[in-house]
């Protein structure tokens, strides 16, 4: 049986190019254990923790003294990881050292090409051996194309990695410019100055218990906007494989759409379809509310789609942040294994709805800010597919990249 695996895991590899070599892992490296972190973890630490699905934290020591390759060890999922400096594993993965004849970074490239997950040990919690390891066929090829292949992905891995940086930038001025106008009433007034430091009327609202801007009223969350919940997708299985979309789910919410998504019929009611820039909310499990940027997909149920006719989305993206925390709070309260929110706390949410005037003002500096969130997103999705589209075709020879001469 060992013998015939062998020889399908070569057949796979037909079609190296010449000068490349086909390896064994094992003839490359050694997966060294990772070990319990102890006293070393320490949250003001320079060096990453690793464990199977990716940094845990911060460390006061290294385990490795430079840049290196973490590879899940045990669970159901088992990630490869990369850390451009020294860094600590505990013992749920495997760090790989020495590298012969493979850089780093291309070696990196390379094992996100190979499935970690299909490799299990047999026993009760799935796991990756150092045996199954060290068998797995690499192709090797020379260094100069290593290092070319390595840094084409390096540059789009960037550009991503600048793409979120500057989202989170500008995400935080947009919810800090939020807090000045709707929590400290320093909006701009007709002068541009701030409201309430420069004497402008504030007065009495019962509902709320403190003084607010003349001429704001409160409305309740649900009455600025329309949550819509979504399907029991299920029940729309894809006519074809090749027309559907993907659904999406609590678990898109956090991380986008993936192969592993599953697939829906596209003919489902278009108020269900979710399109970049939505606003999608998850009222249960995990309470989180996001810009959607992840491409067209299917709306299924305990996720709602925030939609206005009234009001700008970012009035009601950043209302429903507002009122996040006690959301969370009362799911959390849930004795279920699934806490929730209902729709009557939506109904007792309530938000500071400004004259249309000002709301026209401040539309005018917050619907860029969203904008520029929704582009960077989806400009970090396409560099992702052309990445994902490009590694198995770099790191297998059948795209070829010019070699530069030092």
Same mark, same amino acid.
């Given at each position: 049986m060992k013998r015939a695996?062998?020889?399908?895991?070569?057949?796979?590899?037909?079609?190296?190019?010449?000068?490349?070599?086909?390896?064994?892992?094992?003839?490359?490296?050694? /997966?060294?254990?990772?070990?319990?972190?102890?006293?070393?973890?320490?949250?003001?630490?320079?060096?990453?923790?690793?464990?199977? @699905?990716?940094? +845990?934290?911060?460390?006061? %020591?290294?385990?490795?003294?430079?840049?290196?390759?973490?590879?899940?060890?045990?669970?159901?999922?088992?990630?490869?990881?990369?850390?451009?400096?020294?860094?600590?594993?505990?013992?749920?993965?495997?760090?790989?050292?020495?590298? &012969?004849e493979f850089s780093v970074?291309?070696?990196?490239?390379?094992?996100?090409?190979?499935?970690?997950?299909?490799?299990?040990?047999?026993?009760?919690?799935?796991?990756?051996?150092?045996?199954?390891?060290?068998?797995?066929?690499?192709?090797?090829?020379?260094?100069?194309?290593?290092?070319?292949?390595?840094? +084409?992905?390096?540059?789009?891995?960037?550009?991503?990695?600048? @793409?979120?940086?500057?989202?989170?930038?500008?995400?935080?001025?947009?919810?800090?410019?939020?807090?000045?106008?709707?929590?400290?009433?320093?909006?701009?007034?007709? %002068?541009?100055?701030?409201?309430?430091?420069?004497?402008?009327?504030? &007065?009495? @609202?019962?509902?709320?218990?403190?003084?607010?801007?003349?001429?704001?009223?409160?409305?309740?969350?649900?009455?600025?906007?329309?949550?819509?919940?979504?399907?029991?997708?299920?029940?729309?299985?894809?006519?074809?494989?090749?027309?559907?979309?993907?659904?999406?789910?609590?678990?898109?919410?956090?991380?986008?759409?993936?192969?592993?998504?599953?697939?829906?019929?596209?003919?489902?009611?278009?108020?269900? +379809?979710?399109?970049?820039?939505?606003? /999608?909310?998850?009222?249960?499990?995990?309470?989180?509310?996001? /810009?959607?940027?992840?491409?067209?997909?299917?709306?299924?149920?305990?996720?709602?789609? &925030?939609?206005?006719?009234?009001?700008?989305?970012?009035?009601?993206?950043?209302?429903?942040?507002?009122?996040?925390?006690?959301?969370?709070?009362?799911?959390?309260?849930?004795?279920?294994?699934?806490?929730? =929110? %209902?729709?009557?706390?939506?109904?007792?949410?309530?938000?500071?709805?400004?004259?249309?005037a000002t709301l026209r003002?401040?539309?005018? =500096?917050?619907?860029?800010? +969203?904008?520029?969130?929704? %582009?960077?997103?989806?400009?970090?999705?396409?560099?992702?597919?052309?990445?994902?589209?490009?590694?198995?075709?770099?790191?297998?020879?059948? &795209?070829?990249?010019?070699?530069?001469?030092?």
């Amino acid at each position: 049986m060992k013998r015939a695996a062998e020889t399908k895991s070569r057949q796979t590899l037909v079609g190296t190019p010449d000068n490349w070599q086909l390896k064994r892992w094992g003839d490359l490296a050694t /997966l060294e254990y990772g070990k319990s972190l102890g006293g070393h973890q320490d949250s003001s630490g320079q060096f990453p923790v690793f464990g199977t @699905n990716g940094q +845990i934290g911060w460390s006061n %020591q290294y385990l490795h003294p430079s840049e290196g390759i973490i590879i899940g060890r045990k669970g159901a999922y088992r990630g490869i990881h990369y850390s451009p400096k020294p860094f600590f594993v505990i013992d749920t993965a495997f760090f790989l050292k020495p590298l &012969v004849e493979f850089s780093v970074k291309c070696a990196y490239y390379e094992l996100l090409t190979q499935d970690m997950n299909a490799i299990d040990s047999g026993s009760a919690i799935p796991s990756t051996t150092r045996s199954d390891f060290y068998n797995l066929d690499v192709r090797v090829p020379p260094l100069p194309e290593q290092e070319s292949i390595a840094r +084409i992905l390096s540059d789009l891995d960037s550009r991503i990695e600048i @793409n979120q940086r500057i989202n989170k930038a500008v995400e935080a001025m947009g919810k800090a410019i939020f807090k000045h106008w709707f929590i400290d009433f320093e909006f701009p007034n007709e %002068q541009g100055k701030p409201y309430k430091s420069s004497g402008g009327e504030m &007065v009495y @609202n019962e509902e709320l218990d403190k003084e607010i801007p003349r001429e704001w009223a409160t409305k309740p969350i649900d009455e600025i906007a329309d949550f819509l919940n979504g399907l029991a997708l299920q029940n729309f299985p894809p006519e074809t494989e090749e027309q559907y979309l993907p659904a999406i789910k609590i678990r898109e919410l956090r991380q986008g759409t993936t192969e592993s998504s599953d697939r829906v019929s596209p003919n489902i009611p278009k108020e269900y +379809i979710v399109d970049d820039g939505d606003v /999608l909310f998850s009222w249960s499990g995990t309470l989180e509310v996001v /810009l959607w940027t992840s491409g067209r997909g299917a709306l299924n149920q305990h996720l709602f789609k &925030v939609t206005s006719a009234k009001f700008p989305k970012w009035f009601c993206y950043y209302w429903i942040l507002e009122h996040l925390p006690e959301y969370r709070r009362i799911a959390e309260g849930k004795a279920t294994t699934m806490g929730h =929110i %209902q729709r009557y706390h939506l109904t007792d949410s309530l938000v500071l709805v400004p004259d249309q005037a000002t709301l026209r003002r401040m539309d005018k =500096i917050q619907r860029p800010i +969203i904008n520029k969130l929704v %582009q960077a997103g989806v400009e970090s999705r396409t560099l992702s597919e052309v990445r994902d589209a490009l590694l198995p075709k770099l790191m297998s020879g059948k &795209v070829r990249v010019p070699v530069e001469v030092r």
